[in-house]
């Protein structure tokens, strides 16, 4: 089927009154049981499907040493806290041109800095919202994986 207008959409992300990121209730209803993989995958939707996407919410990346907007250090946060992007990736697109290989590591070319492609990515977080229906199709599909690995270690 394809997306229409017409089915149920799910908004993942959205600004609190401090302008805090944070998922929003229906994105945790459908996916918090995925625990740390619901942010994997909301980590995976703000760029290519890319492994190590996966960590742009991942507060224990690491320290930020080079954004002027965000704290020196993160500590591991739940679902349903303040979510930020972390600068690991902005860094790496503000330093590198378009044309720069491989293509996941590339920036536009610009000069724009660190702030200005965390501020894209955190837009962008706040702005996904997908057809229910993919939701709850991924969480399925992850927790059946999940139940074949852990028959296939009781097996073993």
């Given at each position: 089927m394809?997306?229409?207008r017409?089915?149920?959409?799910?908004?993942?992300?959205?600004?609190?009154e401090?302008?805090?990121?944070?998922?929003?209730?229906?994105y945790?209803?459908?996916?918090?049981?995925?625990?740390?993989?619901?942010?994997?995958?909301?980590?995976?939707?703000l760029?290519?499907?890319y492994?190590?996407?996966?960590?742009?919410?991942?507060?224990?990346?690491?320290?930020?040493?080079?954004?002027?907007?965000?704290?020196?250090?993160f500590?591991?946060?739940?679902?349903?806290?303040?979510?930020?992007?972390?600068?690991y990736?902005?860094k790496?697109?503000?330093e590198?041109?378009?044309?720069y290989?491989?293509?996941?590591?590339?920036?536009?070319?610009?000069?724009?800095?660190?702030?200005?492609?965390?501020?894209?990515?955190?837009?962008?977080?706040?702005?996904?919202?997908?057809?229910?229906?993919?939701?709850i199709?991924?969480?399925?599909?992850?927790?059946?994986?999940?139940?074949?690995?852990?028959?296939?270690?009781?097996e073993?």
């Amino acid at each position: 089927m394809p997306v229409s207008r017409n089915e149920k959409w799910v908004q993942i992300a959205e600004l609190d009154e401090n302008d805090q990121i944070h998922f929003t209730p229906s994105y945790l209803e459908l996916m918090s049981e995925l625990g740390w993989e619901a942010k994997a995958f909301a980590g995976h939707l703000l760029g290519l499907w890319y492994d190590p996407f996966e960590h742009m919410l991942d507060y224990s990346s690491g320290e930020a040493r080079f954004s002027a907007d965000q704290p020196g250090h993160f500590e591991c946060n739940e679902l349903d806290k303040a979510q930020e992007v972390v600068e690991y990736w902005a860094k790496t697109w503000s330093e590198n041109s378009n044309g720069y290989e491989p293509a996941h590591k590339a920036g536009i070319g610009l000069e724009l800095g660190i702030d200005w492609y965390r501020d894209i990515l955190r837009a962008k977080l706040v702005s996904i919202c997908l057809p229910e229906r993919l939701l709850i199709a991924y969480r399925n599909a992850f927790k059946e994986k999940m139940h074949q690995i852990e028959q296939s270690a009781i097996e073993s």
